[in-house]
């Protein structure tokens, strides 16, 4: 593994030093030699902006056309998920968990269950956590698709964003298949999954494998060398590695500032350390090594996608759900003869199943970086405290840090490498 | 793993295979400063507080507010079977570590402090700890010390309470022109 940060003596290959702003990491100040002149220009932008990927506010100070000063503010999507999910039992509050974040509701049902299930101590059979594995892929590609449409719309190349929302159609054509949903799908259960994976899936989801690399392709030969993208984004939103460390930056954002650090392969959880797994990394830490990293991650996340088809065909006929009847509904049919799992059935949907006393915190590699769950029970049968981590948030505070000496053009498209996603960043 | 030598060390708590470190809070930049620098926990992944008002009494979690003010829930039955454990005090501050290394260690950091009790900041530790302080004094009340711009991050400026903690209602917001104003 790479050396994460470039120990002194060491020549760090995208700037020397810091560049965090001080004293507030967060907001970068306007020299206050020109800060009362009328060379500085205040501007606001946002919170409605289309190009601020939800409701983003930052107010940007400029020299000319030069950003001199950032300073974001957030909070306009807050809606108390993590206070309401306290009022609901562990079960009703997986729901809760996808409406989060839009763009990839599997990866942060996935994370708020393994959360419950590390409580529990709870096995999971392999067919269920194969297609954990296999709708969280499929997630990271929906969710690399949306950025790559809309991060590509945003500075001018139009087409791209009808090239990446067909295969994105693709994508949510198979959760409905699966879920009966496109998106906010609730198809993972506590022990397992919520039904078995239906007929036909598998083949739809071969198709989708098959055709993927070729358009992956397509989108690498619109843009990689593009003359205009490479323009607007070679060298702009630097980040070196010491100071995406020093942020907290996760994901394609650290991945792309030169840091071989992936939670997949570092910190395995589900089944990744059964796969075989590409993990990108780039070294200039600007916006176009976001984009390839993206890039190549969705190419690495199709391999995955194809190998958890693999073994899912081997297991047809298997458990999808554990066994567990403290926590897991009886099977349907049971409910007609057998008292007991009346019984069941009725105290787990009324009442909810306990979950003992403890705290735990489960991380996952979300598409934007680490994705953390903090849970706390007091052994009752609702949680205590939920608390994402949320690694849009993160990503955000490095936004003054990026944008040092950027123009205002530029802006654009340094905040939208980072790939937010305000209804996560709020919750 | 060797966790003796940390300053403030408290207590050390082993559950779910995480490893907690109780630390005094007077001395927790100190802390921080040698777990990154020893140990190796160059990043700061999360900050979550937890507010333990009412813990151990079964329907505290579920203040419903009405028009009246705030009501109790019935427990029903979703009461508690035991009691949990007692916490020191009503706050807990959560610190998770984790370290840039082969087998991804981590660590969580735990300070437990009163209402109104002061939190120093850690921000020269970690810059990347700005936002999440911040959050635990807007949505949780926790007050951070020696923070450079300690406002609110999510809800508005002049908004009154901390809406995360556990005495703050659900539901309890005046609906605007709905007449009961």
Redesign the interface.
């Known amino acids: 593994m790479a050396l994460p940060v470039a120990r002194p003596g060491q020549q760090d290959p995208i700037y020397e030093g810091t560049r965090i702003p001080s004293p507030i990491p967060t907001v970068l100040e306007v020299d206050p030699a020109v800060k009362d002149t009328d060379d500085i220009l205040t501007v606001n932008f946002g919170p409605n902006h289309p190009s601020t990927h939800g409701v983003l506010r930052l107010i940007v100070d400029l020299d000319g056309e030069v950003v001199v000063g950032v300073h974001a503010k957030v909070g306009y999507v807050h809606t108390g998920f993590e206070k309401n999910m306290e009022q609901k039992s562990w079960w009703k509050a997986i729901t809760y968990a996808p409406r989060i974040d839009y763009e990839r509701s599997i990866r942060i049902q996935v994370v708020f269950v393994l959360a419950i299930e590390k409580l529990l101590g709870l096995e999971v059979p392999p067919k269920a956590t194969w297609m954990r594995m296999l709708l969280s892929e499929l997630n990271r590609i929906h969710s690399h698709l949306v950025w790559l449409g809309t991060a590509a719309l945003e500075l001018g190349a139009i087409s791209m964003f009808w090239y990446t929302f067909r295969e994105r159609e693709m994508v949510l054509d198979l959760s409905e298949l699966v879920a009966g949903y496109r998106m906010h799908t609730r198809y993972f259960q506590t022990g397992g999954l919520a039904e078995d994976i239906p007929a036909g899936f598998y083949p739809e989801c071969r198709k989708f494998v098959e055709w993927m690399p070729k358009a992956i392709a397509d989108y690498d030969a619109l843009l990689a060398k593009n003359e205009i993208w490479e323009d607007r984004t070679v060298g702009l939103g630097l980040l070196n590695r010491r100071d995406a460390i020093a942020l907290g930056q996760t994901g394609p954002v650290l991945r792309a500032s030169g840091v071989d650090w992936d939670l997949r392969r570092d910190d395995p959880y589900l089944y990744y350390d059964r796969v075989r797994l590409h993990v990108p990394v780039f070294p200039q830490g600007d916006t176009y090594d976001r984009y390839r990293v993206r890039i190549e991650e969705m190419q690495a996340s199709v391999e995955i996608v194809d190998q958890c088809l693999d073994r899912l065909e081997r297991l047809e006929g298997e458990p999808w759900i554990s066994d567990d009847r403290k926590v897991v509904l009886p099977p349907r049919e049971e409910l007609h003869t057998s008292m007991e799992s009346l019984i069941h059935h009725f105290k787990i949907v009324t009442e909810g199943y306990r979950v003992p006393e403890g705290e735990v915190y489960v991380a996952v590699e979300s598409p934007r970086g680490e994705l953390g769950c903090y849970v706390v029970s007091d052994g009752g049968a609702r949680p205590w405290r939920v608390k994402f981590r949320a690694p849009s948030f993160a990503a955000l505070e490095a936004t003054a840090t990026m944008v040092q000496g950027a123009y205002i053009a530029d802006l654009i498209a340094i905040v939208g490498s980072l790939d937010t996603v305000m209804g996560e960043v709020d919750r | 793993m060797p966790f003796e030598g940390v300053p403030g060390l408290v207590e050390t708590r082993e559950?779910?295979g995480?490893t907690?470190l109780v630390v005094d809070p007077a001395r927790l930049v100190e802390a921080c400063t040698l777990l990154r620098d020893e140990h190796g926990f160059?990043?700061?992944?999360?900050i979550?507080?937890?507010?333990?008002l009412g813990?151990?009494s079964?329907g505290v979690?579920?203040y419903i507010g009405t028009a009246q003010g705030r009501n109790l829930n019935r427990p029903m039955?979703?009461?508690?079977?035991?009691l949990?454990?007692p916490k020191p005090k009503r706050f807990s501050l959560?610190y998770?570590l984790?370290a840039?290394?082969?087998?991804?260690p981590?660590v969580?950091v735990q300070v437990w402090l009163d209402d109104g009790e002061p939190v120093p900041s850690v921000?020269s530790v970690?810059?990347?700890?700005?936002?999440?302080e911040r959050e635990a004094w807007d949505l949780m009340g926790i007050p951070i010390g020696g923070h450079?711009?300690p406002e609110?991050?999510?809800?508005?400026e002049d908004w009154e309470g901390h809406?995360?903690r556990k005495d703050?209602p659900?539901g309890g917001e005046p609906v605007r022109f709905s007449g009961e104003e």
């Not at chain 2, 160059?42 to 999360?46: G, P, T, W």
């Open positions: 559950a779910f995480e907690a160059e990043m700061l992944v999360d979550a507080a937890t507010d333990y813990w151990g079964p979690s579920g039955t979703q009461g508690l079977q035991a949990p454990a959560n998770h984790l840039i290394q082969p087998g991804a981590r969580r921000l970690w810059p990347g700890a700005d936002w999440f450079p711009y609110r991050l999510i809800m508005d809406p995360l703050y659900l």
